[in-house]
């Protein structure tokens, strides 16, 4: 178990010799978590990764603050030995705050990929996407995908009526800080893509009191058990219609996201 999940020798690399050298060693056989966070390694880091049959194992891969940008992302994507894969992160870390920056191209290879069955968790936060950066919603990639983290993108109302279009059973959708106005809500309260959902969040965008009471009256949102809102321009009819439609999935709160 220890191997699988817990610490290793992996918490001492600090640049890709040192990933390289693990690797040789054998010290990725066997393990289904792992998290270099932070490193700065660049596209080297995922094509070292993805590239290697040890990764079949992998369930979880976090590579927060690494800035693989689309050549990386395009290797995880293309990856042969990530089949059991389920989690994916690529979002900012806390040193390097500028994410991964895989951009449209590096999102639309992820979307888009065949080789990743089993991925059903992906955090894309940050990443300087825009609504062309989802254009492989519509491709069979990623079958598994049901969890997606899109936060802090600037994907505005054009990324969200794409995401309420997509046939994808989305169960958990984070749309934080993307400059979603009232058209964006309006399309997510009656879009398909919208219809599996348990987990919405629309903290801090551009949602006025049309947007809230659309979202207050969406037929596609009977399944949300957690409506993230705070910190849009709601006023006091639209949030009430919310209330009486949500009770206490409504969080207004906070700017509360899922990402671990």
Not at 28 to 37: K, M, N, S, Y
Not at 95 to 106: F, Q, S
Not at 154 to 159: H, I
Not at 213 to 238: F, H, I, K, P, R
Request: contains cysteine; aromatic residues 2%.
């Amino acid at each position: 178990m220890l191997l699988a999940c817990g610490p290793s020798d992996f918490d001492e690399v600090h640049d890709l010799r040192d990933l390289q050298s693990l690797l040789d060693k054998g010290a990725l056989a066997g393990r289904q978590e792992l998290a270099l966070r932070d490193l700065g390694l660049g596209p080297e880091l995922a094509r070292a990764i993805a590239e290697h049959p040890d990764a079949e194992s992998l369930r979880s891969l976090d590579l927060r603050g690494n800035g693989v940008g689309p050549r990386g992302a395009q290797a995880l994507a293309d990856s042969a030995h990530l089949g059991a894969l389920e989690s994916l992160s690529l979002a900012p870390g806390r040193v390097h705050i500028e994410g991964n920056r895989v951009g449209d191209k590096g999102a639309q290879f992820l979307l888009a990929s065949t080789e990743l069955s089993s991925l059903r968790h992906l955090d894309l936060g940050q990443n300087g996407l825009s609504a062309a950066g989802l254009d492989s919603l519509s491709s069979p990639g990623v079958p598994s995908l049901t969890e997606l983290v899109l936060d802090s993108n600037g994907l505005g109302d054009e990324g969200a009526v794409v995401l309420a279009s997509s046939n994808r059973p989305l169960t958990t959708l984070q749309l934080g800080w993307n400059g979603v106005g009232d058209r964006g809500a309006q399309a997510l309260a009656d879009g398909p893509g919208a219809a599996h959902l348990h987990v919405l969040l629309l903290a801090s965008n551009e949602i006025g009191p049309a947007g809230g009471l659309a979202l207050a009256q969406g037929e596609a949102l009977d399944s949300v058990e957690a409506l993230y809102l705070s910190g849009n321009a709601l006023d006091e009819s639209s949030e009430s219609a919310l209330k009486e439609r949500f009770g206490e999935a409504l969080k207004l709160g906070g700017g509360e996201a899922t990402r671990q």
